[in-house]
């Protein structure tokens, strides 16, 4: 029988440190029933000590969560530990993942502790959160920069004093897959106890190597790996799950291990982190890239169509990705829109399916030919933005080669109209400062993206926004055939995150670890 490697997604914990990619609790809520439903292990929620917003979320999904362990972060301090205990008890498998760091560079940097003070500080923090709770997951933040004699004792003293997991961390994305694999397999072969623990790699991507490393930590002995959809995560991010999930495999052939995912849903799953978050999947990107089945040249084109593995390794349906289906027109009736809604995996309330159809109709009405991309774009920034207290009601804009082009534009702030015309610099230009004379702010602009969503000219546009305002950084996306009217409702979209995220408090975009 293979081995089963246990995927432990952090998303949620480590994908939301990424600057941007900031999560509302009902995001939250969302993708950690996806999550449970696509077989995922562990489910890192939050840092519940970082703020009563993250205890909150951590909270609420520990009560949703029904086959997955719910994780929460938790530094070593006592009140950390009694938060994150207090925020995952209710979860049908809690745990608190506990950590602190253990190379030379942190003990003296940042936390200005002896080797002798930080071994202490392993003791105490195990010890209190077994206390709490039976399954402890302790991670040396910093592993692969830790002396190794120094990190066997630390991996010693937390597996005596009760932790069930241990997780060597390559939190700055330094080690090659022959040193990272060589870790896991001299402490799995000298720390006594070693066989009574799981040993879990999590992987940072700064050189590119996050997902080489975890399956170089597998053939170790690691049978559990952290990563988060999409590849999230502080800086270059970490292990993207569906690559390490794929490879596992894939290559079963050279790796003899299973993972419980159901990998139909790693598409679908991708498409909703990138609709939460605003952070587009590149093209190219491996598993759920828009290209990543697609053959260009007619070399390949001609192999495809003798024998479909000649080049391809494994098949888009075994990841979820559907081909391109022209679906519905604007003859569609409400029942089979919500038919082929249900196709694509969405289940709506009757206000959401009322007024998903009402949008459907409408872009049926300016586009020939809607397909499952559009039906997705649609239904997604319905399910985003159609709560938010700004929206778009109207837009007018002059465009052209004689200046100033201008925006008139009308939003409804809390329910109250309000009234804005601008000049700019062109026409995003100006849609963007007459949005800020309706709702004044100082954040600037730190990203722009326009995309197509199908082909053709009527195509939606896809834009993707990023606001910057002092440390904190709100990204959106919103889409419509207009590109317009799909930037203006993109800003306006990371507008409400970022009126979210200054209720979060200061800390909201700090990071964890
Ligand atoms: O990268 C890291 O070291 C972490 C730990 C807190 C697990 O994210
Ligand atoms: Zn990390």
């Known amino acids: ?13 480590d994908g939301e440190q990424s600057p941007g990619a900031s999560m509302t609790h009902a995001d939250k809520l969302e993708l950690a029933q996806a999550l449970d439903g696509m077989g995922v292990d562990v489910i890192e929620a939050g840092f519940p000590a970082a703020s009563p917003g993250d ?34 008890k209710g979860a049908v498998r809690p745990r608190i993942h506990t950590f602190i760091s253990t190379s030379p560079i942190h003990m003296k940097h940042k936390l200005n502790k002896s080797p002798e003070e930080v071994l202490e500080a392993i003791h105490q923090s195990v010890t209190r959160a077994r206390n709490h709770v039976e399954d402890v997951e302790w991670s040396a933040e910093d592993a692969t920069r830790t002396e190794r004699d120094f990190l066997r004792r630390c991996v010693e003293i937390a597996i005596r004093a009760g932790a069930t997991t241990i997780n060597i961390p390559d ?17 799995i072969e000298s720390v006594p106890g070693a ?71 790693l598409t679908r799953v991708s498409q909703m982190v990138s609709r939460i978050t605003g952070f587009p999947v590149q093209y190219n990107k491996a598993i759920v890239g828009k290209n990543a089945f697609s053959h260009e040249s007619g070399i390949h084109q001609d192999g495809m169509l003798k024998h479909s593995q000649t080049y391809e390794i494994m098949s888009p349906e075994d990841v979820g990705q559907g081909q391109t289906h022209l679906v519905l027109g604007k003859l569609s009736g409400r029942h089979a829109f919500k038919s082929k809604l249900g196709e694509l995996g969405y289940t709506l309330a009757d206000n959401e399916l009322a007024d998903a159809f009402a949008r459907f109709k409408d872009l049926a009405d300016r586009k020939r030919a809607i397909y499952d991309e559009d039906l997705i774009a649609l239904v997604d920034d319905a399910i985003a933005h ?54 004044p702010h100082e954040a600037s602009l730190a990203l722009y993206q326009v995309h197509a969503v199908t082909e053709g000219t009527d195509a939606q546009a896809e834009v993707s926004v990023r606001l910057s305002e002092n440390g904190r950084v709100a990204a959106a996306r919103a889409a419509d055939a207009d590109t317009l009217v799909a930037s203006a409702k ?17 800390d909201a975009q700090e990071s964890a670890a």
């Open 386 to 439: 159609g709560h938010d207290s700004i929206q778009v009601a109207r837009l007018r804009v002059v465009a052209g080669t004689d200046g100033p082009q201008t925006a008139d534009i009308e939003l409804t702030v809390d329910g109250h109209d309000v009234k804005q015309s601008a000049t700019g610099n062109g026409s995003v230009d100006a849609v963007f400062n007459a949005i800020k004379a309706a709702v």
């Open 1 to 13: 029988m293979p081995d089963q490697v246990r995927i432990f997604d952090t998303t949620m914990r």
């Open 55 to 88: 205890f909150a979320a951590v909270k609420a999904v520990a009560g949703v969560v029904r086959e997955a362990i719910v994780a929460g972060l938790s530094r070593a301090g006592p009140k950390d530990i009694d938060a994150c205990a207090e925020s995952v």
């Open 490 to 506: 993109a800003y306006v979209a990371a507008l409400n995150r970022l009126v979210a995220l200054r209720a979060r408090g200061p």
């Open 195 to 265: 066989d009574k623990v799981i040993f879990s790699a999590h992987c940072h991507n700064d050189l590119g190597l996050a997902v080489a490393n975890s399956i170089a930590a597998a053939m170790n002995g690691a049978r559990q790996i952290e990563c988060a959809v999409n590849g999230l995560g502080e800086r270059a991010g970490n292990a993207a799950l569906e690559e390490v999930v794929m490879a596992l495999r894939v290559r079963r052939d050279a790796l003899p291990f299973e993972t419980q995912i159901d990998s139909t849903k």
């Open 171 to 187: 939190t700055v994305g330094y080690s090659f897959p022959s040193e990272y694999g060589a870790i896991f397999a001299d402490l």
